[in-house]
């Protein structure tokens, strides 16, 4: 079984095809990504309708050299998998629109993914991860803890009240003059830094409320870098330091109560395992305080290779491959429409509101 993955949610344009026999490991035989880092820095985020320009330019040739480094034919692809949301609303409609035409003319079924379903099923493309398992998924635009129960069977534990993690961490670079994007430079300038000059806040610690919140952090940042403006090198620096352990520290508390939740609702789970994903899982900082977390209350650590962990066509792909060894590749269709909003959990209330285009998270 071979699918061809498209991935065009946000400022990434990619390419992908996955293939599996029978009980073999699924392999990767090719994974084209090309970033828009360039394009947006500029303007210190992503431009919606540039990102979309981009993904019109760029798309066919990704998808191209997708097939050409696999050395597969599109005639013996057994399925398009495109992403269909969340997401920016230009981009998504490039991709889904271009995996359709190309379905329709090669006679392939095409399935729809949640972006979120990609990243919360990649620990079972590089790790052979059996259900269930607990998943931190924590980007520029989501931060949820999720029990991934099987395909398409997803029940949010937690999620934030306010900002994603990853738009704190850009919103924090933004505020202290480093450049786009904002989490790997916060934390290059965090190395250098004295993480406890600054008593920064640790949203919702100790709260019997699972969820996140990281507005209040990232107001007190704002606070202590205007009370010593104009910020020397070392200041941003020990700024950043400051920063990257009150989140650590949230996340800590956060995780650790939804470990123990994990192991009352699954009590039969052999070997318990934690994945996270999202771009915010290279922090080596975030990671490290996961790591001893797990080890510590007896759950197996795990995060995808970087290159899967951030946005990719790869883990769409693979959740295609999934869905078409379920017997869900039924549930889509060529009428489907791009969604902005798109909960993984379609059944636990939003935490963040709703609005015409759906719930938010």
Partial sequence: MRVLGIETSCDETAASVVAIDGYAAPKI?????????????????????????????????????????????????DAIAATAGPGLVGGLIVGLMT??????????????????????????????????????????GHTQIVAVRGVG??????????????????????????PYPGGPNVEKAAQAGNASRFAFPRPMKGSAQPDFSFSGLKTAVRQAASAIAPLSDQDVADICASFQAAVADALADRVSRALTRFRETFPGTKNPALVVAGGVAANRTIKIMLERLCAEIGFTFIA??????????????????????????????????????????????????????????
């Fill in 29 to 77: 035989l090719s994974n084209i990504v090309l970033s828009q880092i360039e394009e947006h820095a500029a303007f210190g985020g992503v431009v919606p309708e540039i990102a979309a320009r981009a993904h019109v330019e760029a798309l066919d040739g990704i998808i191209e050299a997708a097939l050409a480094d696999s050395g597969t034919a599109l005639a013996d692809i």
């Fill in 99 to 140: 995996a359709k035409a190309i379905a329709a003319a090669a006679n392939k079924p095409l399935i729809a993914i949640n972006h979120l379903e990609g990243h919360a099923l990649t620990a079972r493309l590089t790790d052979g991860l059996d259900f269930p398992y607990l998943l931190l998924l924590v980007s520029g």
């Fill in 153 to 178: 069977d997803y029940q949010r534990w937690a999620t934030t009240i306010d900002d994603a993690l990853g738009e704190a961490f850009d919103k924090t670079a933004k505020m202290l003059g480093l």
């Fill in 304 to 361: 995808p290779p970087l290159k899967l962990c951030t946005d990719n066509a790869a883990m769409i792909a693979w959740a295609g491959v999934e869905r078409l060894r379920a017997g869900m590749a039924h549930e889509n269709g060529f009428d489907l429409v791009p969604r902005s909003r798109w909960p993984l959990d379609s059944i636990s209330a939003p935490m963040v509101g709703s609005g015409r285009r759906g719930a938010k998270a």
